[in-house]
């Protein structure tokens, strides 16, 4: 590979999911951040959705996902707390191939500076499934600033080093100047 053509930047089509009983597409929060900084990154949204918290709307919405050829990412946000009906971790790690265990841990590490001990009730995790990355963040905008900002801007990034998931990440990736 040339200088020039590694320091273009892969550009992935990301899928975003919100899962949440209150929240609407009009005043989702989280979304809508995610939505944003994904976009100012470069990156393609392909679709965006919500669904209440439910193992099976959330399995059959992201299930459908990691099938999609279209779709190399895929982030979510809520339903990752110790609430009555928080259920992405029961319906999403179920589909994964592999566990991205470094996801939560360091998530927690970057959250604990921010609000404390409380950071252990966050059941954030992420996977790979079908050569699809997922990712899952708590509902709070904050929550979902920190993980993007932390960690998920970073490992989007072909241009990251000394690794990042882009290369692993199945599909078409299309290259823009970066």
Not at 16 to 39: H, K, M, Y
Request: glycine share 10%.
């Amino acid at each position: 590979m040339t200088d020039s053509v590694s320091a273009k930047k892969q550009v992935v089509s990301i899928a975003l999911l919100t899962v949440s009983d209150s929240r609407s597409l009009e005043n989702d929060t989280s979304g809508d951040f995610l939505q944003e900084a994904l976009q100012k990154e470069g990156h393609h949204l392909v679709a965006r959705k919500l669904v209440v918290d439910d193992v099976y709307h959330i399995r059959a919405v992201v299930s459908g996902w990691i099938a999609d050829g279209a779709v190399n990412v895929i982030i979510t946000t809520g339903g990752t707390g110790f609430g009555g009906r928080d259920s992405t971790p029961e319906a999403l790690s179920p589909l994964f191939d592999k566990d991205i265990e470094g996801f939560g841990e360091l998530f927690r590490q970057l959250s604990f500076d921010e609000i404390g001990t409380s950071t252990i009730q966050s059941r954030c995790l992420a996977g790979l499934a079908n050569n699809t990355a997922v990712f899952c963040l708590p509902g709070s905008t904050g929550a979902c600033t920190t993980g993007w900002n932390g960690i998920i801007r970073d490992q989007l990034d072909s241009t990251f080093k000394p690794c990042n998931f882009v290369s692993i990440v199945r599909k078409d990736v299309s290259n823009v100047d970066s």
